[in-house]
């Protein structure tokens, strides 16, 4: 797989992680960067987002409190996640979204984030 996500696991409620996602085998500056979250019984949503020119997106719900950012000498995307909830439970997807069609867009397996008191 292309993509290997690591740094998933619990926290306590207020607590911080970092998840990351190293790429391989793909040119990474082709590539908006991204990461996606999926709880239980819900539809897998846009966590942030990240441009090679470092422009950024994120969803509403995590906005002032995750910031993503890429390293494309470590062809790697960071996600600090801090003053977690408990609403952000979910399995966090790294991805990989191409800027030219002729791309595939990728997905890593998922990593745990467990926030619980």
């Known amino acids: 797989e292309p993509l290997e996500e690591s740094g998933g696991g619990s926290v306590q409620p207020g607590g911080s992680l970092t998840l990351s996602c190293t790429a391989r085998?793909?040119?990474?500056?082709?590539?908006?960067m991204g990461w996606y979250r999926q709880a239980p019984g819900n539809q897998r949503e846009l966590v942030a987002q990240i441009t090679k020119n470092r422009v950024t997106n994120y969803g509403n719900s995590v906005k002032g409190r995750f910031t993503i950012s890429r390293d494309d000498f470590a062809n790697t995307v960071y996600l600090h996640m801090n003053r977690l909830e408990e609403d952000d439970t979910a399995v966090y997807f790294c991805?990989?979204?191409?800027?030219?069609?002729?791309?595939?867009?990728?997905w890593g397996q998922g990593t745990q984030v467990t926030v619980s008191s």
């Open positions: 085998k793909i040119i990474f500056s082709m590539y908006i």
């Open positions: 991805n990989a979204e191409p800027t030219e069609t002729i791309l595939t867009e990728y």
